[in-house]
T-cell receptor, first 116, second 114 residues
């Protein structure tokens, strides 16, 4: 399968613990996005990379959240000192784009975080 | 700022009947508009997009959407619904001329009744 891959698919943790999610985008895609989705809501933008550069971050991304994309390939999203409000589905998407191109996003199946 | 509204949380339609899922948007500039579908325990799947040109856009699985600039709408349609079309549908917008992220609506649950 050459789609967007996310791991782990489900993570249960205790409040205060750190968690890390990994996203492997479609190999030729230079853009990578992280979104968060809670029940009954649409995906909310968190951050966006073009190659290895993090170009935009949402104000939803508090200082407990950090994302990286070393070498412009896979990406990790780390949440430190998790809170119950962090419980959500974390979605990764990738696209092939240059400049302001209109490439659609291809989404992974998500990583569901449950904070107890 | 950009935003999307999906005024209906739930749409029910009988199999074989036409379906419409509504979407309105707000952007400063020309919009790029998208529809995605989400099946249970699956990621979002791209259905179709409007960038420029013909206001009627055709996409996957027989879906189409009509861009209406004066009404700032981008409603999703299908002439004959299938039970397998039952899923959660999201409209999304991005302003043209920008590589910025998509802004999604809150979603509409479509149920096609046999």
């Amino acid at each position: 399968d050459t789609g967007v891959s996310q791991n782990p698919r489900h993570k249960i943790t205790k409040r205060g613990q750190n968690v890390t999610f990994r996203c492997d985008p479609i190999s030729e895609h230079n853009r990578l996005y992280w979104y968060r989705q809670t029940l009954g809501q649409g995906p909310e933008f968190l951050t966006y990379f073009q190659n290895e550069a993090q170009l935009e971050k949402s104000r939803l991304l508090s200082d407990r959240f950090s994302a990286e994309r070393p070498k412009g390939s896979f990406s990790t999203l780390e949440i430190q000192r998790t809170e119950q409000g962090d419980s959500a589905m974390y979605l990764c998407a990738s696209s092939l784009g240059q400049g302001s191109s209109s490439g659609e996003l291809f989404f992974g199946e998500g990583s569901r975080l449950t904070v107890l | 700022a950009q935003s999307v509204a999906q005024p209906e949380d739930q749409v029910n339609v009988a199999e074989g009947n036409p379906l419409t899922v509504k979407c309105t948007y707000s952007v400063s500039g020309n919009p790029y508009l998208f529809w995605y579908v989400q099946y249970p325990n699956r990621g979002l799947q791209f259905l179709l997009k409007y960038i420029t040109g013909d206001n009627l856009v055709k996409g996957s699985y027989g879906f189409e959407a009509e861009f209406n600039k004066s009404q700032t709408s981008f409603h999703l349609k299908k002439p004959s619904a299938l039970v397998s079309d039952s899923a959660l549908y999201f409209c999304a917008v991005r302003v043209s001329g920008s590589a910025r992220q998509l802004t999604f609506g809150s979603g509409t649950q479509l149920t096609v009744l046999p």
